[in-house]
Every structure is written in structure tokens, then in C-alpha cells.
């Protein structure tokens, strides 16, 4: 929720996840560059370079003080940053700590090793996110393994699948986007230690060394090569959590498409008005999966801004570096948002075999037109076999009548009986294929994704 200062956005504020929040605030962010500062003087003092008695100094200050924000938010409005203000606050009435701390860094040095910190640790929450969506998911998936309903293409009736087989591709999609935040976090999770222009001139002569222990010390990966202008890990992480959002959205989309009381098939956990109009008293709207998909829409369009800050040039930006400033934390808090929403839809998820059973009978049951033409095919031939059950389906459609009453309307006995008893050619439930096959696929695929997760320890916070 705002605290009344700032502007009023409810999708996060509102319906985010507020452990994502806290660690997206202020105060954390100024934990963190506070942490990085106080890393580079301890690894300097163990190198003799600056007196150990003055890294203390900047330890204790850095693990005790408490910052003005609003003095600090009013040095960065007059010199663009704020680290300046805050080394100003850190020093004041501590001459030594002040010659000496931040010795050789430069202020996106700290800002971009103090998103690193922040990265890593926001990241292992929406990884634990991940985790618990695709675990409702697999519930789901291998609960109604068998629960037969219609397979919808172009948002018509198609052939009939399961609603575990359908849970399962969201399954998948999810154990998918566990290895692509991995790999995307070690990329992102990376000490910056360059000084003014990559140069790591003031640094001295043992700048690789005090870059390895600065690292060491922070827990984060070390490079050589400066990484000032070059944000595209940054832009990776942006892609990977608007992904991620894009199939929450997707999964919303389709439960609020299926809980339609046309369809009636699913429908969001209930509670007391919960969804409730202010003028309509039947309304039950789904508000999770509305959340979620705005969230998720929101999220990819911050892609495009974080593919703009990739475009600094020479060895510094000139405000490209600024659109991450707000880009990446809200493409992280809407992910987080999505994710924690999407949690709650899938655990508390009502589903109606009865409901889905019924659906399939709908249209005269011509859900089954397939199954018809496949076996004529095998006497007639492909095509002529669809034109022959196209027909059928027409008649059945004009007339009301069922597929099975269409057929013995329309096909010749000696075709008729090449199709069997027709009460087992035309039920849904004998048709569904490799679905058993799937949820078992997409259950090894989530348990493989969650074995990897766990072999590499998770995410450190």
C-alpha cells in the first residue's frame, strides 16, 4: 500500500506480494549500497591499503545509522544520484571515514553492485514463488488425470482432452521458467567494480584483487571486463520475469474464459462478496485472474524499456542507465504479484467434472467428428471420409439432432457399419489419447526441474 507520499498504484500496492515489496524498497536498496561501500574498505584494510581501525568505523556506521531518505532524496535532486548524499551522511563527523571510504568506486560502481545484492535476494523469492505454483499445478495435474472436458482450439470445440493434461502444459511452462530464472539470476548476481570509466585506474595497481575480495565478501560473482553500458544480463532478468508473467497470464485468461457460467467449468476460491459488484448482486468476478492478467500485461511492457537501457553508450550511460531505475523493480514486483496470485488461484481452484462432462455433449456431441472421420478413412480414405463427416456435422447442427442420429442419417449402411457401435465411437471418454501419458510427462518434467533446484541449493537470499 502507498505510504501516502508517493503515487497510488494498487495492482502492487494492493494485490502484490508485500515480501517482494520490502525487498524492493528504499531502505533496502541503501542496505545494500551501504554493504557494498563497506565490503570495498574492509577489502582494501586487508590488503594494508587503508587502516583497519577506519573499515571498522565504516562497518559500524553502515550496520547502525539511520539515513534521512528525504536529505537524500534532496542531494540526489541537485546532483543526480545518491550516493553522494549518503557517503555525505555516512562521513559526516568522521573525518577519516570520510577520506576514505568509497577509495577507487564510482557511484554506478555501488548502485549496480548493490542491485546485484538486491537481485539476488528478490530472485530467490520469486523463484520460491515458481516452486509453489507449479506444485499446486502438479496436485491439480494428477487429480484430474482423468477428468474428461472439451479441447478448445481457436476458443471452439475441438477434440476432447483432460483438465489434468491441460494443467500439465501450464506445469511444464512453469518447470521451464525455474531453469531460465536460474541461469538468468547467475548472470545478473555480479559484482560492479570499475571506477569512473571502466578503467579501475584508482583502484591501483591490485584492483583485480580487491574486486575478488569485495565479491567474496558480498557473495557475489566477479568479473574483469566492466559491465557499465553492457546491461544485457539486466535486460535477460527483465525478459525472463515478464515470461514468467506472461503464462501466469495466460493460465488467468482461460480461468476466467471456463468459469463463464456458459462453460461453468472452473471457478475461482469463493468467499463471502468476494468478487462482489456495487449495483449487482449475482457477481462473483474472478478478481484473482483479473489481477493477474493486467499484472502480467504490465510486465511485458517493460521489456521494450529495459531493451532501451541497452543501447548506453561509451563507458557511461546518459539516462538510458536511469529507465532501469524503475523498469526492472517494477517488472520484478508485477512477476512477484503474478506469481503469488496465481498461487492462490490454483490452490483454491473449484473444478466441476459434471460441468465438463456435460460440455462435451454440447453441439450434438459433434466433438467426436474426428474420431468418425478417422475410422471411415481407413475404407474411404482421408479426405473423402472429413467431406462425409463435415456433412454429418452440418446435419446435426441445422436439425438438433445428435452426431450418432446424423451418421445413420447420412451414411450409406455399408459405411455405417464400418464404424462400430456407435455409443463407443462417440464417447468423449474412450477418446483422449496419450492425456495419461502427458500429466506423467509434465509430473517428471516439474520433479526434474525441482531436483535441479534443490542440487543446487536453491537461491541464496
Excluded at 587502516?51 to 550496520?63: D, I, S
Aim: aromatic share 4%; glycine share 10%.
Amino acid at each position: 500500500m502507498s505510504d501516502g507520499r508517493g503515487p497510488f498504484l494498487p495492482l502492487v500496492g494492493v494485490f502484490g506480494d508485500p515480501e517482494t515489496s520490502e525487498l524492493l524498497s528504499e531502505r533496502a536498496a541503501i542496505k545494500a549500497w551501504l554493504d557494498v561501500e563497506s565490503a570495498l574498505v574492509a577489502a582494501q584494510a586487508s590488503l594494508g591499503i587503508v587502516p583497519l581501525h577506519v573499515a571498522e568505523q565504516v562497518e559500524a556506521r553502515a550496520n547502525s545509522m539511520s539515513i534521512d531518505e528525504a536529505a537524500m532524496h534532496e542531494g540526489m535532486r541537485l546532483v543526480g544520484y545518491p550516493i553522494l548524499p549518503l557517503l555525505g551522511a555516512v562521513g559526516f563527523d568522521a573525518p577519516e571515514v570520510a577520506a576514505t571510504i568509497h577509495w577507487g568506486a564510482t557511484t554506478q560502481d555501488i548502485m549496480d553492485s548493490g542491485l546485484a545484492l538486491v537481485l539476488r535476494g528478490v530472485l530467490a523469492r520469486i523463484e520460491m514463488l515458481i516452486i509453489e505454483v507449479g506444485d499446486a499445478a502438479a496436485i491439480l495435474a494428477d487429480r484430474h488425470r482423468g477428468t474428461a472436458m472439451v479441447g478448445r482450439t481457436h476458443g471452439q470445440p475441438a477434440v476432447p482432452t483432460t483438465f489434468g493434461a491441460k494443467v500439465a502444459v501450464w506445469m511444464a511452462e512453469v518447470a521451464r521458467h525455474c531453469d531460465r530464472l536460474r541461469a538468468a539470476r547467475e548472470r545478473a548476481a555480479v559484482l560492479s567494480l570499475f571506477g569512473a570509466a571502466g578503467t579501475s585506474a584508482a583502484l591501483g595497481p591490485r584492483s583485480r584483487e580487491i574486486r575478488r575480495l569485495v565479491a567474496e565478501r558480498l557473495g557475489l560473482a566477479v568479473v574483469d571486463v566492466p559491465w557499465h553500458t553492457a546491461r544485457d544480463n539486466l535486460a535477460e532478468v527483465g525478459f525472463v520475469l515478464a515470461a514468467i508473467s506472461a503464462t501466469c497470464g495466460k493460465l488467468a485468461r482461460e480461468v476466467i474464459d471456463l468459469s463463464r457460467p456458459e462453460i461453468g467449468e472452473l471457478r475461482e476460491r469463493g468467499a463471502d462478496h468476494r468478487g462482489a459488484s456495487s449495483t449487482m448482486p449475482q457477481k462473483a468476478n474472478p478478481i484473482a485472474c483479473e489481477v493477474v492478467v493486467g499484472m502480467s500485461s504490465l510486465a511485458a511492457q517493460q521489456v521494450p524499456a529495459l531493451l532501451a537501457a541497452m543501447r548506453a553508450g561509451h563507458e557511461r550511460a546518459a539516462g538510458e542507465w536511469q529507465i532501469e531505475w524503475d523498469a526492472l523493480p517494477t517488472v520484478v514486483a508485477l512477476t512477484a504479484g503474478c506469481l503469488a496470485n496465481t498461487r492462490d488461484i490454483l490452490s483454491g481452484l473449484s473444478v466441476f467434472p459434471d460441468r465438463m462432462r456435460a460440455n462435451l455433449g454440447i453441439d450434438g456431441g459433434t466433438i467426436m467428428a474426428e474420431r468418425a472421420m478417422i475410422r471411415l478413412a481407413i475404407q474411404v480414405g482421408r479426405a473423402a471420409a472429413y467431406d462425409l463427416v463435415h456433412e454429418a456435422c452440418s446435419v446435426a447442427r441445422h436439425t438438433g439432432i445428435g452426431l450418432g442420429d446424423a451418421l445413420v442419417r447420412t451414411l450409406e449402411p455399408h459405411l455405417l457399419k464400418e464404424l462400430g457401435p456407435l455409443d463407443e465411437l462417440l464417447d468423449p471418454e474412450s477418446y483422449l489419447g496419450d492425456t495419461p501419458a502427458v500429466v506423467e510427462a509434465a509430473l517428471e518434467i516439474w520433479k526434474t526441474a525441482k531436483a535441479r533446484r534443490a542440487e543446487a541449493g536453491g537461491m541464496a537470499t
